[in-house]
């Protein structure tokens, strides 16, 4: 079958802003893979799909192609859309007749899209210093005018595109909204400030008065500048008569109390409609001067955009992304014209009634309307796919979302109909090993062992309910048992075989894991943390194994949260926030960085390749990426017509679903000649800082068994022991001292903290032998160096937080051998190691006040200056004024433990706190400042807590951690949690 000339450019032209995109620059196989997708698509292009997958083929066949994707079928739905790789759209404003488009994005620049078709690629116009947040222009779209959050308002000459902005006044917070006539002569702008500004370009503008205070959400002007309409949140919507000096306001309301996020007038300026948070469209009809607006119709979710067109439409869209489509005389509707990835931003519609939307998914759509019906709406299925498993021989997969549970045929050569499983909403869904079912996670933190023969009927598994959240699930290997992640840190695991209580195998301390993943031969389990950290876990440990677990570090050293993992026989894959794609070892030998997306661009899924050469990813920059797992770079690269949300492989194939329902086929036919490929790469040096210097990890030849994992030892160091530290042994009734060298100098912070009057501290007359925990780094040498000095003995643990947790145990377990120690540290996670055993003997010193005290001049050392001492107390519990305890010193260091009271009080004392702040996830500085500000008395260290997130950690029922703010957290409480991820 012969293509024409014609063909071929009209699907290039439709392809223009993918093929545009730099990461398809460099791969030979980017055009004939778009276009073969393409052509599974869009019924126009199908005579493309036998020469595209011709060149794919013969492509295969050269020694630098790595990879090459051939889709087999696709359910997704071809829009007319641009891609201009800016981040969300925030602001949109169209021509009247549609020939030129112009948006802003997360970059701070102003765009211009001549002709609003794919064929052409969006100009930049300038750039300012602060984001643009607004948008609006001319009915020539020949000016323009953008608010920014720094408060600025500009004009854009756009016809000359190289004339900088123009400031015409400035508000003293940022910009929500900016309205300009058709004219261009009269320009409104409304801020956070709660002021409404209303003049003409060149000349200073005048300030409406405000009936009400609030910030100005939305503001809309007639095309003639008669009138303008702002909405002010929940003070509702305003109408202001601009042909007066002094224009008063006049309320439009409705029948409700509601939150007002966008306003608009239509074309002939005879109509104001608005949309709410609750998902109300209300109009009122002005030339007949009423105030009471008609519910024109309802959404189940949040509005947040509006335009009315000439054909009487009034389209709105929203948080899930449809733009929806009433009929303003009679009020039929809503119909759902298309749908964005993510939430919609914003509307703009010219005088043919055409439209274009804006998202978050960085998207612009264009809807060509016929006889009032869009060219290309909606989508070919009206349920959302959050994930999707295949069975696993690659005969079939399921898929889960809000909408219930479907399974997909996939040996099939057309899009097959998939058949409904369950009606339950599901956030996960795990398979099992043979294909006879499948596990699921529900909204309602329900875990279902389901059967593929039976599917109505699933069994319960969780009969107790978990209080907390399930973040993740995974099956073992044998189908036997079920892995959990719990936003309170546990990892347990379930039998699926007989109705048992779960066993924790392994704890977070109190942070939310994220994900979980298990080894291919299901020894072991995965599973990384709030704090990026990366633990490795025994599956199913015995029960003398009292530290189960074997720290395996952090993907880099910047605070990005590790989003997704896999892994394999030798590697485990991570996916973070930054966009970056990561493997390391399973032994913890350091990490290599395989690809990037697009920066800050989150990988949502990523999943490893049948042979382990490979590993394909997708972020929200909306690409399909396939890495070399040599570090070798990218192997191919594919852009899908809707934002994928999930991705997996098998048999030779990737699966790719979106939100909106769509699923993807890709066969992946892999280049005779390139090596990334062929089998199991050879372990490459790292390009990246290694989590701890050691030797080379030994990999297993390609086509050999997996390699042995080493026996695991709680105590040992990864990925190597140093030599055990000569400490002598303390003469009986003495005490060893085991300081944490980094926890006291992060208490000190200014204050002076000098060894010598430490050790006599702490000793309290008792004859000792103190010990500094300290890491060998060039930063620290002059400070081991004078520990040394003063006959203390150092003891070599990691730099890595993490690591240094298992070195620290390790020092502490050699010296409990020959009597007491006092361990001086307040990290949370070395309490909980050295507690996860009894070991008598050991007593923990987690509070250094007493000590700063007693340093200060005139300060005298009194019973009251002490360390807090708690943990494994001795045999025989101290008198607080025995003699023996004292010491010539004078510094008892008594046993006092937390009281009950004290905890709950300050448990009620941070629920009130975080009542009055402003936000739902503040930071932990805020919390404690506003406890502060309600009991200045209040302190952590009063409590036995050295940190004050110690103390949130501690009340893991009524608060946790949901992110970073810089170098600071952010907490919720427990009963006000956001929706899971």
């Given amino acids: 079958m012969t293509v024409s000339i014609a063909q071929l450019h009209l699907a290039l032209v439709r392809q223009a802003s993918e093929l545009a995109a730099p990461e398809l620059r460099n791969q030979p196989q980017t055009v004939a893979q778009q276009l073969l997708y393409q052509s599974r698509l869009d019924p126009a292009s199908a005579t493309l799909a036998g020469p595209a997958m011709r060149r794919l083929r013969q492509l295969g066949r050269r020694p630098d192609v790595g990879l090459t994707l051939a889709t087999r079928w696709s359910t997704s739905v071809l829009r007319e859309r641009i891609r201009p790789n800016r981040g969300q759209i925030t602001g949109l404003h169209v021509s009247a007749d549609g020939s030129v488009v112009l948006f802003s994005g997360e970059d701070q620049t ?14 930049s116009l300038g750039v300012l210093r602060h984001r643009i947040s607004t948008v609006s222009g001319t009915a020539a779209a020949d000016r323009a005018v953008t608010g920014d959050h720094e408060g600025s308002v500009h004009l854009w000459h756009v016809l000359k595109p190289g004339r900088p902005p123009q400031l015409l006044w400035r508000h003293e917070r940022a910009v929500r909204a900016v309205a300009m006539d058709a004219q261009g002569t009269t320009v409104v702008s409304g801020s956070d400030d709660g002021a409404t500004l209303v003049g003409r370009p060149g000349e200073a503008p005048r300030a409406l008065r405000q009936p009400t205070f609030g910030g100005v959400r939305a503001a809309a002007i007639a095309p ?12 509702g919507v305003w109408f202001w008569d601009l042909t007066t000096e002094d224009p008063a306001a006049r309320q439009l309301v409705a029948e409700a109390e509601d939150a007002y996020t966008a306003v608009t007038v239509s074309p002939d300026g005879t109509v104001v409609a608005a949309v709410t948070r609750t998902g109300c469209v209300y109009v009122w009809d002005v030339t007949t001067g009423e105030t009471v607006a008609r519910l024109l119709g309802r959404h189940s979710l949040q509005l947040w955009a509006v335009v009315v067109t000439d054909n009487g439409q009034v389209i709105a869209g929203g948080t899930d992304g449809q733009v929806l489509a009433w009929n303003l005389p009679t009020g039929a509707g809503p119909t759902v014209l298309g749908i964005h990835d993510r939430s919609v931003t914003a509307l703009a519609c010219d005088r043919s009634g055409n439209l274009i939307s804006a998202g978050k998914d960085g998207l612009l759509l264009r809807y060509r309307f016929a006889d009032d019906a869009p060219a290309n709406a909606g989508q070919r299925h009206t349920f959302e796919i959050w994930t999707v498993r295949c069975l696993a021989d690659g005969s079939a997969a399921v898929t889960a979302g809000r909408d219930g549970v479907y399974l997909w045929d996939l040996g099939t050569a057309t899009p097959p109909e998939p058949v409904r499983l369950s009606d339950a909403s599901v956030r996960k869904i795990a398979v099992l090993a043979d294909g006879s079912g499948f596990v699921s996670l529900t909204y309602d933190n329900e875990l279902l062992l389901h059967d593929l023969a039976n599917p109505d009927t699933p069994r319960l598994i969780n009969a107790r309910r ?41 704890f977070h301390n109190s942070n939310r894991v994220r994900r979980v993943a298990v080894s291919p031969d299901g020894e072991f389990v995965i599973s990384t943390d709030d704090y990026r950290r990366l633990l490795r876990w025994r599956s199913d440990p015995s029960d003398d194994e009292v530290l189960n677990w074997r720290p395996l570090g952090s993907a880099d050293s910047r605070p990005r949260p590790i989003r997704c993992i896999a892994v394999t026989r030798n590697d485990v894959v991570l ?14 030998f350091g990490s290599t960085e395989l690809g990037r997306h697009r920066a800050d661009q989150k990988v949502r899924s990523l999943a490893v390749g049948d042979n382990g050469s490979w590993v394909v990813s997708i972020a929200d920059d909306g690409d399909v990426c396939c890495w070399a797992m040599d570090a070798s770079g990218p192997l191919a690269v594919l852009v899908p017509a809707a934002l994928p949300r999930t991705v997996v492989t ?51 030849p390609a086509d050999g068994p997996p390699m042995p994992l080493p026996v695991f030892d709680p105590a040992a160091r990864l990925p190597a022991t140093p030599p055990p530290v000569a400490i002598p042994v303390v003469q009986p009734g003495g005490l060893t001292i085991v300081v944490d060298q980094v926890w006291t100098r992060a208490i000190a912070r200014t204050q002076r903290l000098e060894f010598a009057s430490l050790r006599t501290y702490l000793a309290a007359g008792r004859p000792n032998v103190a010990v500094l925990a300290s890491a060998d780094v060039p930063g620290l040498h002059r ?42 540290s307040g990290r949370a996670e070395i309490l909980a190691a050295v507690a996860a055993a009894p070991r008598p003997g050991l007593r923990i ?24 001492d708690r943990g494994n107390p001795p045999a025989e519990e101290p008198r607080q004024g025995d003699d023996a305890r004292t010491g010539a010193g004078n510094h ?24 009055t702040l402003p936000v739902r996830t503040p930071t932990a500085s805020a919390v404690k400042a506003a406890m502060l500000r309600l009991d200045p008395q209040f302190s952590e260290q009063t409590l036995g807590f050295a940190r004050f997130r110690d103390l949130l950690r501690a009340m893991p029922h009524r608060v946790r951690v949901v992110g970073q703010s810089g170098a600071d957290i952010t907490v919720a409480l427990v009963d006000d949690r956001e929706p899971p991820d």
Avoid: C, M
């Fill in 892 to 915: 008892p260091t008594v046993v006092r433990p937390i009281q009950v009271g004290d905890l709950a009080a300050a448990e009620n004392l941070l629920v009130r706190a975080i009542d």
């Fill in 575 to 588: 996916g973070d926030d930054a966009g970056t794609v990561r493997r390391l070892s399973v032994n913890g």
């Fill in 783 to 824: 400070l081991r160096q004078a520990a040394r000095h003063l006959d203390w003995h150092v003891a070599d643990v990691a730099a890595d937080a993490v690591l240094r947790v298992a070195d620290i145990v390790r020092v502490v377990d050699d010296v409990l051998r020959h009597g007491e120690v006092l361990l001086v």
């Fill in 110 to 123: 102003l765009h211009r899209w001549q002709g609003g078709s794919s064929a052409a690629w969006p100009e």
């Fill in 466 to 506: 978990y209080q907390g959240t399930y973040q993740d699930l995974a099956v073992t290997p044998d189908g036997r048992a079920v892995i959990t992640a719990g936003d309170d840190g546990s990892i347990q695991r379930w039998n699926l075989t007989s109705p048992q209580p779960p066993r924790t195998i392994g």
């Fill in 845 to 868: 010193v987690d509070d250094l006040t007493g000590y700063f005290h007693s340093r200060q001049p005139g300060s005298p050392t009194a019973a009251g200056a002490v360390p807090l």
């Fill in 224 to 235: 003639d500048g008669s009138f303008a309409v702002t909405s002010q949140g929940r003070s």
């Fill in 650 to 700: 098998g048999a030779g194939k990737i699966l790719i679903g979106d939100r909106n329902g769509g699923l993807t086929l890709v066969d992946v036919l892999p280049a005779p000649g390139s090596s990334a490929v062929r089998g199991v790469p050879a372990a490459s040096t790292s390009t990246s800082t290694p989590l701890a210097t050691a030797p080379a990890a030994p990999t297993a």
